[in-house]
């Protein structure tokens, strides 16, 4: 039953983007707390590691929700609901995977901007901390939600191209 195949992959796919916001959080919250204290004023927050994890899993919720609805429709449309559960999941693990590259990237460049010119970065985001190695830090936690949230959409985009003509061409050699 290939509709079933696609509500499974809607689930998996929000599942999959929760667990990648629980594990993007939870190395962020290793390498910057202080970034979630001022962004999100949680200054008084006493468990403050649980907190950040909690956070990225909701945010993956609601970004997998919004996002894996608008994909999986594609997906729907594209196969008339007929792709199946593991030609479909390979598109899924292959959207997280590039976010999960993509929060890397956005730390890195992060992390090169504030290298590049520390008085740049402190002028133009909020917060930023005084010492090198703490403005290094919260660099990364910044960059990495910022390219894992937009690289994340944009890929999603990508992956709806990919799966459209791996479909057409693999329907186009069976008819």
């Known amino acids: 039953m290939k509709p079933f195949s696609i509500i499974s ?3 998996t796919t929000i599942l999959g983007a929760a667990l990648l916001g629980l594990v993007t959080n939870a190395i962020n ?8 204290r001022t962004i999100l004023g949680w200054q008084h927050v006493a468990d403050i590691k649980r907190a950040i994890v909690a956070q990225g899993i909701f945010e993956g919720l609601i970004c ?3 996002l894996s609805t608008l994909f999986l429709a594609v997906i729907a449309f ?3 609901a007929q792709c199946g559960y593991s030609f479909g999941l390979r598109y899924v693990l292959g959207l997280l995977a590039t976010a999960f590259m993509l929060w890397a990237a956005g ?3 992060g992390v090169a901007l504030v290298s590049l010119s520390p ?12 010492s090198s190695p703490d403005q290094l830090r919260y660099a990364w936690v910044g960059g990495s939600i910022w390219g894992v949230q937009f690289g994340g959409a944009a890929a999603t985009f990508i992956f709806m191209a990919l799966f459209r003509a791996r479909w057409r061409l693999s329907n ?3 008819a």
Do not use: K, M, N
């Open 9 to 11: 992959l809607w689930i």
């Open 29 to 36: 919250a290793q390498v910057s707390e202080q970034y979630f």
């Open 64 to 66: 997998g929700l919004v």
């Open 78 to 80: 594209v196969s008339r």
């Open 107 to 109: 730390g890195v460049l």
């Open 119 to 130: 008085e740049f970065y402190r002028s133009h985001f909020f917060g930023v901390p005084e």
């Open 172 to 174: 186009a050699t069976v």
